[in-house]
């Protein structure tokens, strides 16, 4: 009994270590033991032909594959997330259907991996036909210059038309390209500003060149009284008061440039009368103008504002 138990404890630890060697390589042969997996897998594609644009994603987007190869090769081959990557160097038309090549997956180089069978073995694939065009340029302007100055002209983009390039149903909804609002607050000189276009509303188009300069025109505001603007009422309501003028004074502000070619006979003041409401005859009513013919760029204000009417009694308007 004593020789069977010295047997069992002697060298006990380089039996150990011998069976410990057996059980790893027991494992090994099981780990590296050829096997198969399944993987679904995402569809991409690869499109080199610079006249057409994807139109939606490949039907089905991901395949199935079946692998085969070292047990450790597929265990790695889940993490590293394999794809199918289409080439599409010239396409022939909007709808095309593709067969899809084992060359296709796209993997690390694991010469012991192979590619056995696809599931489905074909894609489908949307192509839109890429336009390419020319369209004017949206400008805006935010806040207000400086009272001391007044435009003198609208601003003028230079070029005022850019390139586009883009999908057709994008380009057809489009009749400008908008660039991104001047602030007038900032303008203390004439001369360009340079704008860019406002890339928030070209999403998937390219457009070129991507800024434009707006040339702005401004001139030290200036102001003018000018007399004997016509005043214009309809006959029957000049009747309703004892006196109607013929002519008032109107003040105007903004560039000189605008404002001194303006003669009197170029504005008209209409007063405005609130017929449902006037008072009693021989009382006053206080009536405002709306100033017309105004040029653009130029306020224009009646001084002043208003005219007090005095209202007649029957028969005693004024002709």
Known sequence: MSSLSTMFTRNWTLKVS?????????FSVRVEAPGRQTLTVPVRVDLSDPEWVMDGDPEPATVEIRFSGESGDLARLIAERPTILVPVDDVQGSDTTVVVRN?????QDRPGLRVEDIQPATVALRFEPVDR??????????GQLPDTLALRAWPRPEPGEVRVTGRRSLLSERDSIRLEPLDLTGVSTSGPR????????VSGLQVLPMSVDL???????????VEGVPVSLDREVAELFQEVPSTW?????????RIRP????TLRLVPLVDLDNLPE??????VPFRLEGLPEFVRGTPTPSEVVLVVAEPGEGSP
């Not at 303006?262 to 006979?265: C, I, T």
């Open 249 to 257: 004074t109107v003040q105007l502000s903004g560039a000189p440039s």
């Open 262 to 265: 303006v003669q009197p006979g």
């Open 103 to 107: 060359q296709w997956v796209r993997m």
């Open 18 to 26: 011998a069976l410990g060697i057996a059980v790893l390589l027991w």
């Open 133 to 142: 065009t020319s369209l004017p340029v949206a400008w805006r302007l935010e």
């Open 281 to 286: 005859p021989g009382e006053e009513i206080g």
């Open 194 to 201: 340079a704008m860019r276009v406002d890339t928030a509303r």
């Open 215 to 225: 040339n702005v025109q401004v001139e030290r505001r200036e102001e003018r009284d």
